[in-house]
């Protein structure tokens, strides 16, 4: 048996830990015993749904009550599972149709597991023919002892959330999935003194892996609620913490920007956030600024400087790649924009980027140059990965496809350092690298200074590259910012000036065009995050 079962089924057996879920409004609690019970009925009933080992199984649904028992399920009857991407309020329906019909074809699925809200989607797989089955008609399924897996078996197809329209899902065996999981429970000290309160999507790794399968193996109580109620009333997040003590949690940085406009204007005494040992960033780029924010805000309410965790990582990789150090605060690195920009980072003023920590023990991280030559300390190239937690390759509509070159390293696509002390420093993605008058320029810079214009909604403004073409004699940039101002003219007017200034003065160039949107407007992945090159659309 994996090692991943092994130790799910062990934490069952023993833990007086569980999963809380269905706050604010129906708050239950379900022990991991009682989830493990439920997920042999679920195994049962996969079995009578015609499920054998090694078969994909897909899963549409967004109640961590029901997501929880049918992952452990499908596991125990040897089945992989994939999280199909979710539609929201501003989905194309027809568009996330279309795309749902490919993934399920590409990852060879013979059973789509439906549940709550998404019941509606029943006819469109019955109009198909897609097998289908409601997740709460499988708990009536017959007791079945686990099904014997191996190191090598796939557990997980995790669909990648990138801003093209090729679908493509990132391989986790149960190997790769034990080997960070792991790490995280060595590097966290995660056991059944912690608490896990999480809102994030379970379509996305960091919500399945980091936020689900470590408490479900490592025996830490899970309080988990629906990103909706995120949404809806961000405050909630850090009063789950307050109320239920929480030790470890963890979100985008977007997330920690909204928190703190919330947290603001909590007064003294309402909270307490003094039990919390991390608070991770990971998922997207790390603004400082952010989490200093939330420093401040916090520390009314008890909160500890060094409960800041700063993390890299990637599906690639199952989930972490390297994280800071459970007694640092937030480290940066200070240095010398200009020389950043020429392939050097040498200490210096201009630019802060934080230290992402050492990589996991399970992932060899190296940094190269175009043609593959090894970099040293601080000189910035291209972040490969190796390792027990790195994927072999992904599923396409064409088939399988290696990740990996012939020495078993993969190019993760992001340009970065390594500092004197080991730790992993990451500058951006290379694709969206803009290069002006010799520079390269990093989109992050320029959408963290317009981010600073007052009127333009945090973490809801792009940078887009402009290619160099028939309507522009060298490569530039334009600058694509969401804002409640928008029907206004004159305050539009007034932001892109702003805008435009605050960029020079800050990176020294200027943008080609400026644009102010509605709220709403900027295309994100299924888990958040800005699509850059959607985005060019609307110029």
């Not at 193996?217 to 988990?224: A, I, N, P, R």
């Not at 789950?240 to 929480?246: A, C, E, F, K, Q």
């Not at 240095?335 to 392939?343: N, Q, S, T, W």
């Not at 040498?346 to 991280?365: A, C, F, M, T």
């Amino acid at each position: 048996m994996s090692r991943f079962i092994d130790e799910v089924i062990k934490t069952a057996r023993t833990a007086s830990t569980g999963m809380v879920t269905g706050e604010p409004a129906a708050t239950a609690r379900t022990s991991w015993s009682e989830l493990h019970r439920t997920a042999r009925r679920v195994a049962g009933g996969l079995v009578e749904a015609g499920i054998r080992p090694g078969r994909a199984v897909a899963v549409l649904a967004g109640l961590p009550v029901e997501i929880a028992p049918v992952a452990q399920g499908i596991w125990l009857a040897g089945g992989s599972m994939t999280m199909l991407h979710q539609p929201t309020p501003r989905t194309d329906l027809d568009a996330w149709r279309h795309d749902t019909l490919r993934v399920l074809t590409m990852i060879d699925a013979r059973l789509v597991v439906v549940g709550a809200p998404f019941e509606q989607v029943v006819p469109v797989l019955t109009a198909y023919g897609i097998k289908h089955v409601i997740a709460s008609e499988l708990t009536a399924g017959p007791d079945t002892e686990p099904v014997e897996v191996v190191e090598d078996d796939v557990a997980l197809l995790q669909l990648t959330s990138g801003s093209t329209a090729e679908p493509k899902g990132v391989r986790i065996t149960h190997r790769n999935l034990y080997a960070n999981l792991a790490d995280s429970r060595d590097h966290l000290g995660c056991d059944e003194s912690g608490v896990m309160v999480s809102w994030l999507p379970m379509f996305h790794d960091m919500g399945m892996v980091g936020c689900l399968l470590l408490p479900m193996m490592t025996g830490m109580e899970l309080v988990s609620m629906r990103p909706a109620d995120f949404l809806s009333r961000p405050l909630l997040w850090a009063e789950l913490m307050s109320r239920y003590h929480g030790t470890i949690t963890t979100a985008p940085n977007f997330a920690w920007a909204v928190l703190n406009r919330q947290l603001a204007r909590v007064p003294d005494g309402e909270l307490d956030l003094s039990a919390l040992r991390v608070a991770g960033n990971g998922a997207e780029p790390i603004d400082p600024a952010t989490m200093l924010r939330f420093v401040q805000n916090g520390a009314r309410f008890g909160l500890r400087p060094e409960a800041v965790n700063c993390c890299y990582g990637a599906a690639e990789s199952t989930l972490v790649i390297s994280m800071s150090e459970m007694s640092d605060a937030m480290l940066v690195d200070r240095v010398d924009a200009a020389e950043l920009e020429r392939g050097r980072a040498v200490p210096g003023d201009g630019r802060e980027i934080p230290k992402l920590g050492r990589p996991y023990p399970s992932v060899e991280v190296r940094v190269v140059d175009e043609d593959g030559k090894l970099l040293g300390e601080r000189e910035v190239g291209r972040i490969q990965l190796r390792g027990e937690s790195v994927t072999d390759g992904y599923v396409t509509p064409g088939g399988y496809q290696s990740a990996r070159d012939e020495a078993g390293w993969l190019d993760i696509g992001d340009e970065g350092y390594l500092v004197e002390d080991g730790q992993l420093v990451v500058c951006g993605r290379r694709k969206d690298v803009i290069i002006m008058g010799g520079r390269n320029i990093y989109p992050t810079d320029i959408e963290r200074a317009a981010g600073g214009v007052e009127g333009v909604r945090e973490g809801n403004v792009v940078a887009v590259r402009l290619m160099a073409g028939e309507d522009r004699a060298r490569e530039s940039f334009a600058v694509i910012a969401e804002s409640k101002l928008a029907g206004d003219e004159a305050a539009v007017a007034a932001i892109v000036k702003q805008v435009t200034a605050r960029v020079v003065a800050e990176i020294d160039v200027r943008p080609a065009q400026v644009r102010v949107l509605p709220p709403g407007s900027l295309p994100k992945t299924p888990s958040g995050k800005l699509r850059r090159n959607a985005a060019r659309n609307l110029l």
